[in-house]
């Protein structure tokens, strides 16, 4: 318990649960008890509460830290029942927690209940990504290496790391691992496969093996639930024609997992982000709104269709279409991930030394975004990326605010952005149609040369 034990509001009380992340333990009791994380003032901010430690609440206790209140219209059950609630779904999130008077960890398992990852986590997807603004200051401290082998390194953030091997054959690796999206595990693990795999096909590269990253509350959840995510990545990686040679586990609060892909690529034939040239088209492969969806499904807003069309797209691999691209002359690639298509488009922008024009009709999004947007369903990580790319795009006046929104939408396993002559783009297009992949489009053209400009119409 957080503060005085006498001298305190009679209906208010803070406490805290070790090892428990509180956004987590919310999302548990969703209709079931209201509180609020932190310290009164924390007001939903990522950044650990001021007031709990200078209360000098010890850190492992202040990110489980939840304030409850009560009101005149309570009664003594409600109170007993949501501290039942409280105490069962702390004991759920870890079970070292065993508070008295309810089911025991070992009975626990006994109970038959419907998993879902989305309730142990604080976030979703590639949206749990470091806010670029704090990502890139801390980078920029990191010194680099020089070595000659290396022909991409973190300079222009590009999507992997590529070492040159021999004259004919360069090493692709890329790392990618994040918080479950979806409550169904083999759903997630498939998500997360083909999320690590696109930065492959987004270099150019073939994939050769992957290893698993694996962080798992094994006292938590059932070993079942560990079993399922690894069988949907292996469905995945046996799809892209590659093997999972093993990997590295953790015990974890929070269920995260993903790949280290390596690949292979000639030299010569590495698509990189830092050469997209004037008059070429801008190409994206996969529609946007993943992120708004998943916000969606966790609120109840998402219609059926919705879910399994955002699941659908966040499994797809990039493999088709990157196949495909193989056959044309390709100036500049990149994947659509956690920054969004403003923010991956502008790192790509800033790395070329050009300014882009988008056409805000012809991007490919999933139907319904902007109804769910109206009812309050706008991702944290569209605000964070608005706030630090959005410094660097021009809007047309006829742009809504949904609109913008929609361009800034935090993908997970998103679709390639590439850069190419507009007469290749047009072929590209068609034989993508051609195979079935209509989500491909034409969405713009890199105007000039510049400082990364995006002008949006």
């Not at 709990?52 to 939840?66: D, P, Q, Y």
């Amino acid at each position: 318990m957080n503060g005085h034990p006498q001298l305190r509001l009679v209906n208010t009380l803070n406490i805290s649960f070790k090892g428990v992340h509180a956004k987590a333990l919310s999302r548990m009791l969703k209709d079931k008890v209201a509180f609020s994380c932190g310290a009164a003032c924390h007001t939903n901010e990522e950044y650990d509460s001021q007031v709990l430690k200078a209360m000098k609440v010890s850190n492992e206790f202040i990110r489980g830290s939840i304030r409850l209140s009560t009101g005149l219209g309570n009664t003594y059950e409600d109170i007993r029942q949501a501290a039942s609630d409280i105490s069962q779904a702390v004991c759920r999130l870890h079970s070292s927690m065993n508070p008295c008077n309810i089911v025991s960890s070992k009975d626990r398992k006994k109970i038959p209940e419907e998993i879902k990852l989305t309730h142990y986590t604080a976030g979703l997807g590639c949206a749990c990504k470091i806010e670029p603004s704090v990502l890139e200051a801390i980078v920029k401290k990191i010194p680099i290496l020089p070595d000659s082998k290396t022909l991409v390194g973190p300079e222009f953030s590009d999507d992997a790391a590529v070492y040159k091997v021999t004259d004919d054959k360069a090493i692709v690796l890329t790392l990618d691992f994040f918080n479950p999206i979806v409550d169904d595990p083999q759903q997630f693990g498939a998500i997360a496969a083909a999320n690590s795999l696109s930065d492959i096909y987004a270099m150019g590269a073939k994939p050769l093996f992957a290893l698993n990253i694996v962080g798992f509350p094994i006292d938590t959840l059932p070993q079942e639930v560990l079993s399922d995510i690894l069988t949907g990545a292996i469905k995945k990686t046996n799809e892209a024609g590659i093997p999972i040679l093993g990997g590295h586990s953790i015990n974890d609060v929070e269920p995260k997992f993903g790949l280290a892909v390596a690949g292979i690529v000639h030299p010569d034939k590495i698509y990189k982000n830092n050469n997209a040239q004037v008059k070429d088209a801008i190409v994206l492969t996969k529609p946007l709104g993943v992120g708004i969806i998943t916000s969606a499904m966790k609120k109840g807003l998402a219609s059926d269709k919705q879910k399994n069309t955002a699941v659908e797209l966040m499994c797809q691999l990039n493999k088709y279409v990157a196949d495909l691209l193989s056959k044309f002359k390709v100036n500049s690639c990149t994947d659509i991930t956690g920054f969004g298509l403003m923010g991956h488009l502008s790192e790509l922008a800033i790395a070329s030394k050009v300014n882009v024009l988008i056409d805000y009709q012809k991007v490919p999004q999933i139907t319904g975004l902007k109804k769910l947007i109206a009812q309050d369903v706008v991702p944290g990580g569209i605000i964070k990326n608005i706030d630090f790319h959005g410094q660097r795009v021009q809007w047309s006046e006829s742009i809504k605010i949904s609109e913008k929104y929609i361009l800034f939408d935090a993908q997970t396993s998103g679709g390639l952005l590439i850069t190419m002559p507009k007469k290749d783009a047009d072929e590209y297009v068609k034989q993508c149609y051609d195979s079935k992949l209509n989500s491909v489009a034409v969405i713009g053209e890199v105007l000039s040369l510049g400082e990364g400009k995006i002008n949006i119409i």
